[in-house]
């Protein structure tokens, strides 16, 4: 028995420092901070307001080619869908028992139709359009759904102003627990 003190003494020490609390070490030794270049390569997200757009521009016939070339596999020609999701008509339906929720009836804001195909299209291949691809792309399917003319170009500024159809029916969310004022006023 003298043996097992001395043991029992040995497990209570031990048990005693796993206890303390362990000191948060500041860096676990991998890795580096973020350079503000590579923060800047992930940092596209552009809002409703067109906040974050690039520099650059894109025409609906330019945007016609990369459509076809990069899109038109999955929705359609003409942008009436396919395996992909319908992007064109719809206006007028939202109220019915069939609504068609495409780019022209349904999207609230044009900059964030830019957003979405920058960072989600082609779905093969996302974020590979250049930004002048993706003004193009934008601006062609503004134009399919008769929000452009023919002989258009959008640029970050033209893009902004653009009013789509279903802009002001979209309401806030009046549920007490949600406090973004600017969803409540003014959406």
Not at 39 to 48: H, K, L, S, T
Not at 66 to 73: E, G, P, R, S, T
Not at 142 to 161: F, Q, W, Y
Request: glycine share 10%.
């Amino acid at each position: 028995m003298p043996m097992r003190e001395p043991c029992i003494a040995a497990f209570a020490l031990f048990a005693l420092a796993c206890a303390t609390p362990a000191q948060a070490q500041s860096t676990y030794g991998i890795g580096r901070a973020a350079t503000p270049a590579e923060i800047a390569g992930w940092n596209i997200d552009v809002d409703r307001e067109g906040n974050n757009l690039p520099p650059g521009s894109g025409s609906v016939n330019h945007g016609r080619e990369v459509f076809d070339q990069q899109c038109a596999a999955c929705h359609g020609a003409k942008g009436e869908g396919g395996v992909g999701d319908r992007l064109v008509g719809g206006q007028g339906t939202l109220a019915t028992p069939n609504p068609v929720r495409t780019v022209g009836s349904y999207w609230p804001y044009a900059p964030t139709l830019f957003d979405y195909i920058r960072r989600a299209m082609p779905q093969n291949a996302p974020q590979s359009l250049s930004s002048e691809d993706v003004y193009a792309v934008s601006a062609y399917i503004l134009h399919l759904n008769g929000l452009l003319p023919a002989e258009a170009t959008v640029d970050a500024r033209s893009l902004s102003a653009i009013k789509m159809p279903n802009r002001n029916m979209f309401v806030g969310d009046s549920r007490p627990d949600v406090k973004n004022p600017a969803c409540v006023t003014g959406c």
